[in-house]
């Protein structure tokens, strides 16, 4: 990777360099003064995400942190500089619409220094024929590259994984960064989730917000919906709806789970590529951590010793969290039932399997 940085208005000069005749400096008692002086007054320490990648992905998910003041600093990171400046220059031309934001972007890691929290969204994509073996490996060879700069220049930052298979590299970027399992987390089944909520609600014509649903497991084929734990308005739901809709039986319960699992398939293979929904996803994750928020989401987290995962797989999957300014502040012990148990070692069991293949 090159360095360098692009900023906001870089033809421009620095703050400091800037003339000061504009404004007149007050002191503290509201007097103007007669000369400059600096300031020593207090102010509150900004906050600073990068994103690493500037694709369809990452970039709707810059946009959305963006939109929600979710940051005083955006960094952009990407290998390709010329898209990179001119992703960084639409949205510096937003600027009259917007918060006040710094938006910052280089194709090297020093662009990210002292973040508080860094999204990883670049990743290598599937070549047709390809192995999933061979794409992870891939991609773990990206993530050598991406991972230690990224911990060097920010060591007390949040690392937030959304590259897939987002649960393997998760686990990947753990090793790599040398941080705690607390402070490495995976998009995980936070959007799947979403969806399952959209499909039940849809179904009782309610809105998705008040439905309570997770997916869990592996973010991907093998992942579980948690049927037994379903409410609507905070009442359980599960057994009335099974009792007042025939249709529930078991191969309709999984065809709506392979409609979750297949919903990102849908999207791309409409439009090309996801962007929308992972964006807002992955801004709620940001809202929940930076901003200390202790909300439960379904995320990629160490699961070793959950619902009888064993101790010594140091795997990572989606599991109910609890999210806050330090990470990950707790994982739910959610009430499943045996065949759910089953099915989630079951995904961990393959995620393991992958995660051996990595020579790590």
Known sequence: MTQGVV?????LPTPAARPSGFFRPCRRDGCPPATPTSSAAPHRRLTKVSVIGAGNVGMAIAQTILTQNLADEIA????????????ALDLQHAAAFLPRVRIVSGTDAA?????????????????????????????????????????????EALLLVVSNPVDVLTYVAWRLSGFPASRVIGSGTNLDSSRFRFLIAEHLDVNAQD????????HGDSSVAIWSSISVGGMPAFKSLRDSHRNFDEAA?????????????????????????IGYSVA??????????????????????????????????????????????GVAEMDLTEAEAAQLRRSAKTLWENCQLLDL
């Open 76 to 87: 952009l990171v990407d290998a390709l500089p010329d898209k990179l400046r001119g992703e």
């Open 284 to 329: 709620s994750l940001a809202a929940s951590l930076l901003r200390d928020q202790r909300r439960v989401h379904p995320v990629s987290v160490l699961a070793s010793g959950f619902h009888g995962i064993s101790d010594g797989h140091e795997v990572f999957l989606s599991l109910p969290a609890r999210l806050g300014r330090g990470g990950i502040l």
């Open 7 to 11: 900023a906001v208005g870089s033809w």
């Open 211 to 218: 439905v309570q649903a997770y997916m869990v497991g592996e």
């Open 253 to 277: 319960l999984e065809g709506i789970r392979r409609a979750v699992v297949g919903g990102a398939y849908e999207v791309i293979g409409l439009k090309g590529y996801t962007s929308w929904a």
């Open 111 to 155: 662009v990210t220094r002292n973040s508080d929290l860094v999204i990883v969204t670049a990743g290598a994509r599937q070549i047709p024929g390809e192995t999933r073996l061979n794409l992870l490996q891939r991609n773990v060879a990206l993530y050598r590259k991406i991972v230690p700069p990224v911990a060097e220049h920010s060591p």
